[in-house]
């Protein structure tokens, strides 16, 4: 689990901003709200559920971005020696695009505590160091540059268990533009340290895609079991949250190549499905059985509301969240769902998240009202209008005993509805348009 973010120079924040998962340990003295929504770690109460809030182009995408750009450094080596890392620092002033962008995360394995730290240029990565957090820190590595000899160092700390020779061959592999953890990935080197690390980044943190495979496929894999279980949860939310469905059903076909065809595909894509898939492209439906005063009726899902296929989507990421023990984030998380059904899904999260954490933005303000919302889990994104620069507030209190959403509307959108509230500007549009 996630303890801390740290961003620096890294697209719209320019400054170093933390975003902490620590929960206080101050809880009102009427209906305190259950431990569910954090794990005690080390005397810490990690939160398992992070939600983001702010108007559009508030830095909220961002912050998912600079995870999955950590993510990706940490186990991505390059192909190529020559290759620059990607680099994108702040643009919005005459200095931070030669600055390093820098990231570092602080989390647990299996209870240990660990800090990750990247400090990336446009040529190269500039530093890297992976530290034990105990009551004595104690370095694993701390990889840096030499312009000098144009060659990577890597000073190797007592929390280390490689042995010489693998220490060795690990800093000759080790080059300008990857990491010590990417370059460990690529070589047959023994390390339990580093081997629990390397896993942390590619299996526990993750991020949600909108290209991701079709729901069909995510609802009848290899696993029978997993299946099974996953049908039970879905169908029972479902239920609860007042849809008539009572079940559904993932067919298995066969596209032919006529079809294909017939479908607009470019020939050469045509050629190269006929060679991979000589009898057909398989294919698999998904159907939606809903019960009715007049018996059971069977729905192709691409007839099914917009809302209530997101719910499922939904379900689909966070029982893959909970049973992974993942860190994940997903962007406007209430698309299509209502504000209630949302209210009902994130409280099944967290009664059912142990070792998991789910990071969320959203624009569903009413959420914000929410009685069984922590305040302290709450982030509030603001943008300068003049420096182009992003700002995070954490609030310092955590039952609703203060009007949330107005507290929102005073310090985030305040802005917006002094404009709002002035018609003569609708008016100025009128005249821009039709030139009155």
Not at 166 to 174: A, G, M, S
Not at 178 to 183: F, G, K, N, P, W
Not at 395 to 408: A, G, K, L, M
Request: some cysteine; aromatic content about 10%.
């Amino acid at each position: 689990m996630i303890e801390s973010f740290t961003i620096k120079n890294y697209m719209c924040y320019r400054e170093e901003t933390e975003f902490s998962f620590v929960a206080s340990k101050k809880e009102g003295k009427k209906n305190s709200l259950p431990p569910s929504w954090y794990k005690e770690i080390g005397g810490k109460r990690i939160l398992r559920l992070l939600i983001c809030v702010g108007l559009n182009g508030s830095g909220k995408s961002k912050l998912f971005s600079a995870l999955k750009y950590l993510r990706s450094l940490a186990i991505s080596r390059p192909t190529k020696t020559s290759e620059k890392p990607i680099y994108r620092p702040f643009l919005l002033d005459n200095h931070s695009y030669n600055e390093p962008t820098e990231l570092q995360l602080t989390y647990y394995i299996d209870e240990v505590c660990y800090k990750y730290r990247l400090k990336v240029s446009q040529d190269r990565i500039e530093e890297e160091e992976l530290i034990v957090k105990e009551s004595r820190p104690s370095r694993v590595y701390f990889r840096t540059y030499d312009s000098n000899t144009d060659k990577v160092q890597i000073i190797y700390g007592n929390c280390c268990d490689l042995s010489r020779n693998d220490r060795h061959d690990l800093e000759v592999n080790t080059v300008a533009n990857s990491t010590v953890l990417s370059v460990f990935a690529s070589l047959n080197l023994e390390s339990q340290i580093l081997s629990s690390n390397l896993l942390y980044f590619e299996d526990r943190i993750s991020y949600v895609k909108k290209s991701d495979r079709s729901l069909a496929d995510k609802l009848k894999t290899d696993d029978p079991d997993k299946d099974a279980l996953m049908k039970k949860m879905i169908l029972r939310l479902l239920k609860d949250v007042n849809t008539n469905i009572c079940d559904y059903e993932v067919e298995d076909h066969i596209i032919s190549v006529s079809e294909i065809e017939a479908s607009g595909v470019h020939d050469s894509l045509v050629k190269a499905l006929m060679c991979q898939f000589p009898s057909g492209l398989p294919s698999k439906t998904l159907k939606f059985i809903h019960l009715t005063s007049e018996g059971k009726q069977k729905l192709d899902s691409e007839l099914e509301s917009y809302g209530t296929m997101n719910i499922i989507r939904l379900l689909v990421v966070l029982f893959d969240i909970i049973l992974g023990k993942k860190s994940t984030t997903i962007d406007e998380i209430e698309a299509g769902i209502h504000t209630k059904a949302l209210e009902f899904i994130l409280k099944m999260y967290l009664s059912l998240a142990k070792d998991c954490q789910l990071i969320v933005a959203t624009h569903d303000l009413q959420l914000l009202n929410a009685d069984f919302l922590r305040r302290d889990a709450v982030r509030l994104f603001n943008k300068n209008r003049d420096s182009g620069t992003i700002s995070v507030k954490k609030p310092d209190y955590i039952h609703n005993t203060v009007s949330f959403f107005r507290t929102y509307y005073r310090d985030v959108a305040s802005e917006i509805d002094d404009i709002i509230n002035q018609w003569t500007v609708f008016e100025d549009y009128e005249k821009e348009l039709f030139g009155e």
